[in-house]
């Protein structure tokens, strides 16, 4: 799964986001769990970036409920 640039991030709609978390989160699950059973992930540095990705998408489904509420006001 390719990590997402922020231009990618701010054109998905709010269902796209929370899939692609969701599937962000699953690997990093699996990444952990091969970390505690003693095991070297195949590419360890992922992991930073996973998590980076992860708190973009935080910050734009924010941003976008925060213009929705400016919006309705």
């Known amino acids: 799964m390719a990590i997402l640039r922020n231009k ?6 709010k269902d ?3 899939t692609k978390m969701a599937d962000l989160n699953r ?8 970390i505690a059973m003693g095991t ?3 590419n360890p540095g992922r992991i930073k970036l996973i998590k980076k990705t992860i708190a973009k ?7 976008q409920q925060e213009e929705v509420k400016k919006s309705n006001a």
């Open 40 to 42: 070297l992930p195949e």
């Open 57 to 63: 998408i935080k910050t734009s489904m924010n941003n």
């Open 27 to 34: 690997e990093l699950i699996k990444y952990r769990s091969q």
């Open 16 to 18: 796209q986001l929370i």
């Open 8 to 13: 990618e991030i701010r054109s998905m709609n």
